[in-house]
C-alpha cells in the first residue's frame, strides 16, 4: 500500500511539473510590441546606425588633424666627415577652412542623425506592423482550429446517424464511405490549423528576437473595431508625420546647405601655424599665418554637383509626398472595404446558424439528402469562417493604417 502511495506521488508530482513546462507564458500583444521594440534584430540594428550618424555628427564638428613637419638634418658630411643628424626645424600646421564651411559640416551631419532617427521609426512601423498582424492570425489560427473541431463533431454525429441508416436500410453503402470521406477530410483541416498555429507562433518569436521554439499562449480574440476614418484628415497627417517623408524632407535641407558650403569653398581658407628653427644662424621661432586659394576652376565642379543634387533631392521628395497620399488613398479603400465585407459577414453567419439546425432537423426526418445536407453543413462552415477572417482582414486594414499615417487609430501610443 505505501509503495503504491509512493508511485501515485510520484507520477503526479511528474505530471504537476510536465504541466508547468508546457504552459508557457501568457503573452498579450502590449508584451509582444513592448518585445519586439527591445530585442528585434532590426530595431537593434537602427539603433546602432543612429549612434553611427552621431560619431559621424562628433567627427563633423571637430577641426581636421593638424599637420606636424620635423626636419632633421641631411645627409650631407661636413669638412670632419660627420653628418648633422640633429632635428633643425619643427613645424606645425592648422587648416581652419572657411569659417561658415565647418559650420554647415555640423549641421548637414545633425540632420543625418535626424534622418537616422527617423528610419528608426520607419523601421519601427514596420515591425508594429508584422507583429499586430502575425499576433492576429495566431487569434485567426486559434478560432479556426476551434471551427475545425466544430466541423468535425458535426461531422462524427452526421456518420453515426448515417451508419445507424444503413444499418436499418434506409442508406446506402455509398453514403457511409462518402460520410467517411468528408470525416477524414474535417480531420486532415483540423491538422492543417494546428500546423498554421504552430508556424505562426514560431513567426512572432522571431520577430520578438528569440527562438522560434519558445513556449507562449494568446488570451484575447479577434473581436469588431470602430475607427473613425476621414481620408484628407489621415492623408493631412501622413505628411505630417510619416518618418520617411520626414527623412527626405532632411535630405533636401542636407542638399541645400552642402550646396551653400561649396560657394563658401570658393573663398580663400586660412590656416595658421608655428615654425621653429634651430639650424645655425637661424635660431628663431614664428607664428605662421595664410590662406589657401581654390585657385584651379574656383570649386565649379562640386558647386554644380551639389546644385544638381539638391535639384534632384526636391524631385524625390515632391514624388515621395504623392507616394504617400497614395498609400492613405489605398489603405482607406481597404479599411473600408473591409468593414463592408465584415457586415456581410455577420448576416451570412446568422442565416448559417439557422440554415444548420434546420438541416439536421430535416435530415433527420428524412426531408434532406445526403448530398444536400453535405452541402447545407459545407456552406455553414464557411460562413463562419468567412466571418472570423473578415474580422482579421479588419484588425490588419486598421493596423496597415496606422503605419501609413505612423499614427495610432486605437488610442495607443506605440506610434510615436
Known sequence: ??????????????????????????????????????????M????????????????????????????????????????????????????????????????????????????????????????????????????????????????????????????????????????????????????????????????????LGRSFDVSFDIESELKEESVELNFKELSEKALLLRPDLKTEKLQLDSANKKLIKEQLNRLPAPFIGFQRTTEDYENDSAVVVGLSVPLWNLNQGEVKKAKAQKEAQQVRVDAVKREVVFEVYEAYAEAELAEKQLNLAKKSIEEANELLRLANLRYSEGAVDFINYLDQVKAVTESRVGYYEFLFKLNDAVSNMEKTIYESLRGEGYLK
Open 44 to 207: 537593434i540594428e537602427a539603433r546602432k546606425l543612429v549612434n553611427v550618424a552621431k560619431g559621424d555628427l562628433i567627427t563633423a564638428r571637430t577641426l581636421p588633424n593638424p599637420e606636424v613637419d620635423f626636419e632633421i638634418g641631411g645627409l650631407k658630411e661636413n669638412e670632419k666627415g660627420k653628418r648633422k643628424g640633429e632635428l633643425n626645424n619643427i613645424a606645425v600646421r592648422q587648416d581652419l577652412g572657411f569659417p561658415g564651411s565647418r559650420l554647415f559640416d555640423g549641421k548637414i551631419s545633425k540632420n543625418q542623425v535626424l534622418s537616422q532617427e527617423e528610419s528608426f521609426k520607419t523601421v519601427w512601423s514596420d515591425i508594429y506592423l508584422e507583429v499586430r498582424q502575425i499576433y492576429a492570425k495566431i487569434m485567426l489560427d486559434k478560432k479556426g482550429i476551434e471551427l475545425a473541431q466544430g466541423n468535425l463533431d458535426i461531422l462524427r454525429s452526421f456518420f453515426s446517424r448515417v451508419q445507424l441508416r444503413f444499418q436499418s436500410g434506409q442508406a446506402l453503402k455509398n453514403d457511409v464511405q462518402r460520410a467517411m470521406i468528408e470525416l477524414l477530410k474535417a480531420e486532415n483541416s483540423c491538422f492543417i490549423a494546428e500546423k498554421e498555429l504552430k508556424i505562426d507562433k514560431a513567426k512572432l518569436n522571431l520577430l
Open 1 to 42: 500500500m505505501k509503495i503504491k502511495v509512493n508511485i501515485y506521488a510520484i507520477i503526479f508530482f511528474q505530471c504537476l511539473v510536465l504541466g508547468f513546462a508546457n504552459a508557457g507564458e501568457n503573452l498579450s500583444l502590449d508584451k509582444a510590441l513592448m518585445a519586439a521594440y527591445d530585442n528585434n534584430p532590426r
